[in-house]
């Protein structure tokens, strides 16, 4: 178990009646991309949340490099060394793309100005932000605003990178410079889990997948493998194309 | 490649103001030397105190974008407890302006802890501050020692340097534009530092900043013990200045939001515009006094709830917006830099 770097123990979040995430054990080997899909509403964004620190778990716990994480604050548990990006994006609108860089660079202070602006121009370089660098954040388009997303997010040199449907409307030619981007965040060093829509991209990237269904893992496995599952076809197209799945699985 | 590494000092937004700003404080006091009426160098004084108020406002009300509408209690909680230090225990003045920032510092601390913890945020920690400040009047209203109605008195009876009594008006406005000048650098330090970024993340999205390992509160709460405990250390040195305070004055709700005006109109985020904000401002409205009397203050104080509501609709940034609009154009050629940035403080990055 001391091989992982990130493991959630029988996490539980609710919302007044509602179960957003219901028991959920899985954890994270270092240098892993790990996908982690679902229909609308099955509780990733929520998932993500809760062991980002932006929401407190009601069970369960969330350990991270063998310290408890359960329940702290957003920014102590980006200090310890996990960064997200936001589904719906949030740019510091007012600052450039490169001040932006530059505020995740500083790690809430372990890292002195020169040094994070000299991290941040590195920054901007690998994310391909170099020619808009100097335009305010609230101006760039939206390709560019989810690139700023993650160049923020691994500025701080995280560990462990959560990626919330970060290639959601995005062109195909900008989802395959983010796939890439992805895989040079990885050979960083960067652990990386992926909230995604996209399957392309999703079975470009990950190696392993979680599927969540109202809350609950339904399956976990290698991405060809578990698609073809008939729990994850139901959790999707429903009853009949489920059974319709199994059939052909069974023919097969 | 996009950043030039050699660049023109002033072509930094922020080098830029600090230098016209303090050169204008230099202009005040030589001009100020040449003034004899008392009367203009009375305004003087109290355009330097607002300018400085206005600046030290700026860092939690216009950095850090918490609504700190109630600002008025750390300006007079360091006027009272210098009066009453200096009245009822002889402390040395000068000490007392310290000691004023310290105290004004915690109860900026304190004020902090109560809002942020419970989550008082925007409209409710704007009420909560104002509604504090007049907590605090009603309170040295009632309280006897303090001199209650009445206030308290300080007598001056000779020149002393050292105890901060002067016969003279002149004494007192260099100190005042001192004072101005060491806020002034004070807000540019914070601006070019670490604590400028958190400060600039905070107010844009203080949920992205927290992700970004930025404790939000802890920030927010550095801002306000600094803005604080400045207001405090100008209350001290007002109360040496008027020689007079009361609880009416020094807590008062028009004189609180006479000095957010500077900074409003000015523009909250910039160094000159605190300062240029008060400079015009404050004398327009002592002149006013002087010319219609009395009826003045009723003018002024509907002038204010419309210039205030007119300024914050079409000159969100203040004034000093348009400014920065001409400085980036002025030096977007010679820098090459594209099209710059709001802050500006950032564009001569390296490589």
Partial sequence: ?252 | MKHVTNKNFFSDWANWQVVVALGFVLVCGVGGSFVDSDYLLQIMVLAAIYAAIGTAWSIAGGLSGLLLLGYISFFGAGAYLDGLLFTKAGINPWLCIVLSFFSAALLAWLISMLTLRFGLTEDYFAMFTVALSQVFKYILLNWDYAGGATGIYLTVVKDDFWTLSFIDRKPYLYIALVMLAAVILTNYAVQKSRLGYYLAAVRENDQAAEALGINVRKVKTQSMILSGGIAGSIGAFYTQFATFIDPKQVFSLATNFEMLLGPVLGGRLSIIGPVFGASFLKPTQDFLRGWMGGEADAVYLILYGAVLAVGILFLPYGAAHYVQRWHRKRYATSAQSGTGNDKGDLTGARK
């Fill in chain 1, 1 to 252: 178990m001391s091989e992982q770097l990130l493991v959630v123990k029988k996490l539980v979040k609710r919302f007044g009646g509602l179960t957003a995430v219901d028991h959920a054990s899985f954890e994270v080997a270092p240098g892993r991309i790990l996908g982690v899909i679902g229909p609308n509403g099955s509780g990733k964004t929520t998932l993500f949340a809760n062991v980002s620190g932006f929401l407190t778990p009601d069970e369960g716990q969330v350990i991270f490099d063998g310290h408890d994480i359960t329940g702290r604050r957003p920014s102590e548990i980006c200090s310890l060394g996990i960064a997200r990006t936001f589904q719906i994006v949030q740019p510091f609108a007012g600052l450039s793309v490169f001040e932006n860089v530059v505020t995740g660079a500083l790690r809430g202070g372990r890292t002195g100005l020169n040094e994070a602006r000299d991290k941040a121009a590195d920054v901007v370089r690998l994310c391909g932000l170099s020619p808009v660098a100097d335009q305010l954040a609230g101006a760039l388009p939206i390709a560019g605003r989810k690139r700023l997303e993650v160049a923020r997010a691994i500025a701080t040199q995280p560990q462990l990178l959560l990626l919330d449907e970060v290639m959601a409307g995005l062109r195909p030619t900008e989802v395959d410079q983010a796939v890439e981007l992805i895989f040079a965040i990885r050979q960083g060093g960067v652990t990386v889990i992926l909230v995604e829509h996209l399957m392309r991209a999703v079975m470009a990237l990950c190696e392993e997948l979680l599927v969540l269904q109202q809350g609950q893992l339904i399956a976990r496995g290698e991405p060809r493998t578990v698609c073809d599952l008939p729990e994850v076809v139901r959790a999707y197209f429903g009853e009949t194309a489920a059974h319709a799945a199994a059939q052909e699985l069974k023919n097969a």
